[in-house]
């Protein structure tokens, strides 16, 4: 069956760096786009950045996260990442890897409504 299983979370503190991983399986994963979004408390779930099924990123990612965050994956292994420097407080969320199956090779989506399959998270604290 599908599964995307994120990895990496945990408390970090402000200046901090985090890297998530997230392992797909059971689908064809280079026809996908895959993309991260967050959701921290009592907040909607919102964008991070998404990755083509190339592996191009989408623009730089949402704007709370530019030039801090980065998206990569690796096709040879099923794998999405999301590396994380710089960390804030505001970071603190879960973080879902998503699937978005797509004919696109280089197009990504960030909205969620065009993802089909998602992770079930892993939780980021951020300490001050």
């Known amino acids: 069956q599908v599964q995307l299983v994120e990895s990496g979370g945990g408390l970090v503190q402000a200046g901090g760096s985090l890297r998530l991983s997230c392992a797909a399986s059971?689908?064809?994963?280079?026809?996908?786009?895959m993309g991260w979004f967050r959701q921290a408390p009592g907040k909607e779930r919102e964008f991070v950045v998404a990755?083509?099924?190339?592996?191009?990123?989408?623009?730089a990612g949402a704007d709370s996260v530019k030039g801090r965050f980065t998206g990569s994956r690796d096709n040879a292994k099923n794998t999405v990442y999301l590396q994380m420097n710089s960390l804030k407080p505001e970071d603190t969320a879960v973080y879902y890897c998503?699937?978005?199956?797509?004919?696109?090779?280089?197009?990504?989506?960030?909205?969620?409504?065009?993802?089909?399959?998602w992770g079930q998270g892993t939780q980021v604290t951020v300490s001050s």
């Open positions: 998503a699937a978005d199956r797509t004919t696109s090779l280089y197009g990504t989506s960030s909205m969620e409504s065009e993802y089909d399959y």
């Open positions: 059971g689908f064809t994963f280079g026809n996908y786009a």
């Open positions: 990755m083509s099924r190339r592996g191009t990123t989408y623009g």
